[in-house]
């Protein structure tokens, strides 16, 4: 069984003021770690929010799915979630204010 101490995360602040990267751990089951990282897409308005909104739709979609007998469809399913919240969160933006991540 995987347990919460038994993994960590650190970011590296880089130029910036502020942290434009985002990463979360996700325990799927007893034997199973999803492990997600998101890179705000820099000279990028709110790319901080972009990695961050991917990041964690990305885990909700494949914690609430649990059905992990086909890990590279669940995979899929939640990358094209994440893909769909960070475009709604541009929606109404001037092509100038729009965010992004990788």
């Not at 502020?18 to 990028?44: I, K, R, T």
Request: proline letters at 3%.
């Amino acid at each position: 069984m995987i347990a919460e101490s038994q993994f960590s995360g650190r970011l590296w602040q880089g130029m910036r003021d502020y942290q434009e990267d985002s990463y979360l751990f996700c325990p799927l089951g007893e034997d199973a770690l999803l492990v997600v990282l998101s890179d705000g897409m820099g000279g990028h308005q709110g790319g901080d929010i972009a990695s961050k909104a991917a990041v964690e739709n990305f885990v909700k979609e494949c914690h609430e799915a649990g059905d992990l007998t086909d890990p590279p469809g669940l995979l899929r399913t939640a990358l094209a979630k994440a893909n769909a919240e960070v475009a709604k969160a541009n929606e109404g933006r001037d092509e100038g204010e729009l965010s992004g991540c990788t």
